[in-house]
Nanobody, 116 residues
Framework: QVQLVESGGGLVQAGGSLRLSCAAS????????MGWFRQAPGKEREFVAA????????YYADSVKGRFTISRDNTKNTVYLQMNNVKAGDTAVYYC?????????WGQGTQVTVSS
């Protein structure tokens, strides 16, 4: 079992930047890929970005490609989401995800609100 704790959300103006962090418990962080998802009010949770266990490969939703960057620091058991040039449509609760042994683990989420 793993516990995930997100931080770094808040209110940001359109065009601005924000960095989200997700700290994971345990000693097997580097064995697993990690991902970020988001859920806007009234919408389903959607994929944002993912990174493989070594950090060398990243994957992005088309809606954030070129603006968001996912990275990880395996020495700190932490995955990051750098959000640049944010838009109103990025407003959502952002969740960290780890899929292990056929089970999905989620953090509690961090709210990101983009003001225009």
């Amino acid at each position: 079992q793993v516990q995930l704790v997100e931080s770094g959300g808040g209110l940001v103006q359109a065009g601005g930047s924000l960095r989200l962090s997700c700290a994971a418990s345990g000693r097997t962080f580097s064995n697993y890929a990690m991902g970020w998802f988001r859920q806007a009010p009234g919408k389903e949770r959607e994929f944002v970005a993912a990174i493989n266990r070594g950090g060398g490969n990243q994957y992005y939703a088309d809606s954030v490609k070129g603006r968001f960057t996912i990275s990880r620091d395996n020495t700190k058991n932490t995955v990051y989401l750098q959000m640049n040039n944010v838009k109103a449509g990025d407003t959502a609760v952002y969740y960290c995800n780890s899929a292990r042994g056929g089970k999905d683990y989620w953090g509690q989420g961090t709210q990101v609100t983009v003001s225009s």
